[in-house]
């Protein structure tokens, strides 16, 4: 388990099943080891393949799971996070974006509407949890 997986680890201590909009931050063999499932959506890496890894062509396709822990957002993925809430809405998961707070204000705004408020910082990415 890497560094990365370790602080989210220890952030939120029911850490198996996530959902990837994007490349994971370049932390997806690393996420792979150190969880149940990850579900993958939009970039569909052939090269990739693990029996706990599974891609999803679109958004609605993952708003029926309902074990979800977490999602983890790339920076040029970020416009989609107001369609993510019917997901959140049900299963209260951790939102990690890559990039600093301050790159995306807009969807700040929109989180923090949604009664969500970053909760680590860290070197390339921020956690917002539901409170």
């Not at 560094?3 to 931050?25: C, D, E, Q, T």
């Not at 993952?62 to 809430?85: C, G, Q, S, T």
Request: glycine letters at 6%; a positive charge.
């Amino acid at each position: 388990m890497g560094k990365f997986s370790k602080r989210i680890k220890k952030i939120n201590k029911h850490y198996r099943n996530g959902v990837v909009l994007g490349s994971g931050f370049g932390n997806i063999e690393d996420l792979l080891e150190s969880t149940s499932t990850i579900f993958i959506v939009y970039p569909k890496d052939d090269t990739l393949r693990r029996k706990n890894l599974i891609y999803r062509e679109n958004l609605e396709s993952i708003h029926a799971l309902h074990d979800i822990d977490f999602v983890f957002i790339d920076k040029d993925m970020v416009n989609l996070i107001p369609e993510l809430k019917p997901l959140w809405k049900r299963v209260h998961c951790l939102i990690i974006v890559e990039g600093d707070p301050s790159t995306s204000m807009e969807h700040n705004k929109f989180l923090r509407k949604e009664r969500f408020q970053i909760i680590d910082i860290g070197k390339n990415w921020h956690i917002w949890k539901i409170q």
